[in-house]
């Protein structure tokens, strides 16, 4: 290959074409120059490295990272104690809970002995027998008031069997509910004022036969 | 060169070794990490800022910047690419923050480089005028020793754009250096 001056740039990107660049700068001043200050930069370069003593900066960075380990650390722990308190907390919460679940499951009926319309086992079986009773009792009166109302015709005599067909049917009724919740004494009086009414409707049937 | 070699590290540590004992909080392992790096960087510091004090306050916040990184980074990781990397950006942030340009340690139109000088300061004058992008690869293969791999891992180019970078610096500085004495 026959090596010009304006092949040197391009000898210079191509490390392989060198070795001709160098040939033809035995023979070439310009060229030679330029192949010399290519190489020369390489050389020299190393010399612009810019050193010197610092003895205090690594006791400086070692401090920085002292403390920033201690803060670390003070966070940490402050982390630790805000968990364990949350821990507390979180046991404190499930004691009570246990606690009072506990309580509400071992408590004997504590709502009918507080509130007036429930109940104790005592007093229902009180008011069912007094019940029966009443009933037994309005029974004997309605076999005594059922010849003279089946027997009158006026309107007053009509009404009045409506009348007492209704209680009957709301007598069964509230029975019905009674039954299922027995231990409710608004149900129980709402069967009482029944038994009452239904009392006095018979004593007025009999009244007005005499 | 090698890169460990070229630091100048005397610790048989491996980089995965001294990661993992930083992690632990192990500050024998970090200064041996200082040890190994703090003189090159300190001249890539002062390289890019032109001032002492600033070069040695990028060198302490990088170092800084990756003890608290090691805890997040890869056992595997190699860990010099990475740490001139920070280095690199602590300048840049330094370098902003007093308002100074970072890659132009002297004003913006260089004088002419006189002919009467040693190599050495002519091509400190002429690294100057060219491309900082130019600039920084011949500082790091040419100054300090990197490899072209190396260099393109610090500076996230492919190789390849390390040596043609490299060679666009050195054309550059040979244009302004013959100018200059002819």
Known sequence: MTFHCRDLERALAIPELLPDAREHAKVCDACRRELWLWSEMSTAAPGLREEWETPDLWPQIRQELAAQQKAAKTRDLGWRGHWRMLAIAA?????????VVTYVR?????AATQDPDFLTEQTLKEV????AAYRASIDKLTRLAQPR????E?????????KLLMLDSEIDNVRSTVAHNKFNAQLQADLADLYRDKQDTLKEILQRAQ | MPLAMA??????????DLIQASQRGDLSAFEEIYAAHAGRMKSIAFHLLADRADAEDAVQEAFLKIYRATGAIQYDTVLAPWIYRILLNCCYDTGRKRQRQAESPLPAEPPAIPSNVPL????RSALARIHPQFRMVFWLFEVEGFRHSEVAAILEIPEGTSKKWLFEAKRDLKRLLTEGRA
């Open chain 1, 91 to 99: 046991g404190l919460a499930i004691a009570v809970s246990v606690s």
């Open chain 1, 106 to 110: 071992r408590a004997p009926a504590p």
């Open chain 1, 128 to 131: 069912e027998q007094s019940e």
């Open chain 1, 149 to 152: 109302l089946t027997a009158a």
């Open chain 1, 154 to 162: 006026n309107p007053a005599a009509i009404a009045t069997r409506e």
């Open chain 2, 7 to 16: 630091a100048g590290r005397l610790s048989a540590r491996s980089d995965a």
């Open chain 2, 120 to 123: 050495q300061v002519a091509i």
